[in-house]
Nanobody, 123 residues
Framework: QVDLVESGGGSVQAGGSLTLSCRASGRMLCMGWFRQAPGKEPEGLAIIEDDGDTSYADIVKGRFAISRDNSKNSVTLQMNNVQPDDSAMYYC????????????????????RGQGTQVSVSS
């Protein structure tokens, strides 16, 4: 069992930036972020493999950047030029023993996830 703890959420104005961080209690091969707004389905945002390979959802490509520090079992999501549609609960998630699931991650379906951190973007 690996626990994930997110931090860094909050309120920001449109066009601003926010950095989300997540610390895992153990090593994860796959780490990523997804979000869920009220009444909507989860959306996978970005993943990063243990070897540094990354993938992004089209909706955040060019605006968000994912990185990880394997020495700290941590992952970061740098969010730039955020918009009101980015308002949601953001979850850190991942897979401990396997690489990120090719399609399932885009739907925010990971084996392990944190409790979430709220991001609110005002216009």
């Amino acid at each position: 069992q690996v626990d994930l703890v997110e931090s860094g959420g909050g309120s920001v104005q449109a066009g601003g930036s926010l950095t989300l961080s997540c610390r895992a209690s153990g090593r994860m091969l796959c780490m990523g972020w997804f979000r869920q707004a009220p009444g909507k389905e989860p959306e996978g945002l970005a993943i990063i493999e243990d070897d540094g390979d990354t993938s992004y959802a089209d909706i955040v490509k060019g605006r968000f950047a994912i990185s990880r520090d394997n020495s700290k079992n941590s992952v970061t999501l740098q969010m730039n030029n955020v918009q009101p549609d980015d308002s949601a609960m953001y979850y850190c998630a991942g897979e401990r023993w396997v690489r990120c699931p090719l399609v399932r991650w885009t739907k925010g379906r990971f084996t392990t996830r944190g409790q979430g951190t709220q991001v609110s973007v005002s216009s």
